[in-house]
């Protein structure tokens, strides 16, 4: 799989996505678990930039993510994730959890402002 700007706006309008690998490919949004972040890789992109700027941020989240999925192991996602209250665009690894009580725990010990709920498509915010 690889990452392109199509990819990536579409993602941005969704305000996210997960990719993960289901023991074949890689493949976009799970259908349940929960999506954390494990404070690696982390980028963050600014999404108010007007023009040249945003073309270039893009660009470089687009190679970001690209960076991710060729170094990523079996076990860890390429997650992305807009942080709608700051206009953020974050980029990072992540792990898919089964549990929400583990999902919660590990989200609070690298202190993520949030996490997905994938079976209920919705954001679970600590910030």
């Not at 999925?69 to 807009?82: E, R």
């Amino acid at each position: 799989m690889k990452m392109n700007l199509d990819l990536l706006l579409n993602d941005i309008s969704e305000h996210g996505a997960t990719y993960f690998y289901n023991g074949e490919e890689f493949t976009k949004n799970p259908s349940k678990g929960y999506v954390v972040g494990i404070n690696k890789n982390v980028k963050v992109f600014n999404l108010s930039k007007c023009g040249m700027e945003l073309l270039n941020e893009l660009k470089k989240a687009v190679n970001h993510s690209n960076f991710i999925l060729s170094n990523l192991d079996s076990w860890n996602c390429l997650g992305l994730w807009v942080d709608t209250e700051s206009n953020l665009l974050y980029i990072e690894e992540t792990q898919l959890f089964s549990d929400r009580d583990e999902a919660v725990a590990v989200a609070k010990k690298f202190n993520e402002i949030a996490i997905w709920d994938c079976g209920n498509s919705k954001e679970i915010r600590f910030k």
